[in-house]
């Protein structure tokens, strides 16, 4: 295999989980409302898709030491950035990968980790343009359009936006992770009715995704249907869990006069599996 092929393995990897969740996710388990924590996913690294560490300090030691030894290491430097997001060092995390990035500048992997970490950090306009640098225009990634589109949204570029889930989708057409953050976008332009349309799209496709789930909640309920938007977060879950997601819900619903107002809803750029 190709070190082309490598990489471009490792930057589908790295994106898959901010694929499955999108730039622009509600995130309601656990009754919290984050900022873009992954898109990074915002832009997922390679144990976004696998089981979280039951102990995060300990996997941080041995990550730490395993790229003390080699910095040259693109894994290591990815391992190690996502123990320190995972114990909130999200800014640490966006300079080991910067350093590893600008040690290697062609390695897309790389590229999509130090993107997602400066999503996850607010800087979107930063972030687009390093995912512009993790994939080419005759070798596109649809995963990394997805976050881009994800990443303009955050930047108020809507229409800009729509153009890359649009291209992400001729590649993987009705991927419902990329329809999700297309309903999110006009959520965010408060286009409620063809928000809800497309994130009803997404759930056919994703029945079970509760964070699909969630962001269609979320735009039946800016519509005023309370009722059904908490039938829509609750369904399927344990009894303890839809309790806090309706709660969750109702939090963010209290603030849609911001919105209206200018404001912007409080969504996640990213899926975290943190």
Not at 114 to 121: P, S
Request: with cysteine.
């Amino acid at each position: 295999m190709s070190q082309k092929l490598l990489h471009r393995s490792s930057a589908a990897r790295l994106l898959a989980g901010a694929a499955a969740s999108a730039a622009l996710v509600l995130v309601l388990s656990g009754c919290q409302i984050s900022v873009p924590s992954d898109i990074t996913g915002s832009l997922g690294d390679t144990a976004e898709a696998g089981r979280p560490s039951s102990d995060p300090r300990r996997e941080l030691e041995t990550s730490q030491e395993r790229f003390k030894a080699n910095p040259k290491d693109a894994d290591a430097a990815l391992q190690y950035a996502r123990a320190l997001r995972a114990t909130g060092q999200r800014a640490q995390a966006a300079a080991i990968l910067e350093q590893a990035s600008m040690a290697q500048p062609n390695n897309k992997a790389l590229l999509a980790g130090y993107g997602r970490a400066l999503a996850d950090n607010g800087n979107f306009q930063q972030a687009f343009d390093v995912l512009g640098r993790a994939h080419s225009p005759d070798d596109p990634d649809w995963r990394i359009l997805s976050a881009q589109g994800t990443a303009l949204d955050q930047l108020d570029r809507h229409d800009e936006a729509r153009q890359y889930y649009a291209s992400a989708l001729k590649i993987v057409p009705d991927e419902p992770s990329v329809l999700s953050n297309l309903g999110l976008s006009y959520v965010l332009s408060k286009e409620l009715p063809l928000a809800e349309e497309t994130l009803r799209r997404a759930r056919s496709r994703a029945p079970n995704d509760q964070r699909i789930k969630a962001n269609l909640a979320l735009a039946v309920g800016l519509q005023g249907r309370l009722s059904e938007a908490e039938s829509i977060v609750k369904a399927d879950l344990p009894p303890q869990e839809a309790a806090a997601n309706v709660a969750a819900l109702k939090r963010v619903l209290a603030r849609k006069e911001g919105p209206r107002g200018g404001g912007k809803i409080p969504v996640a750029a990213a899926g975290d599996s943190d």
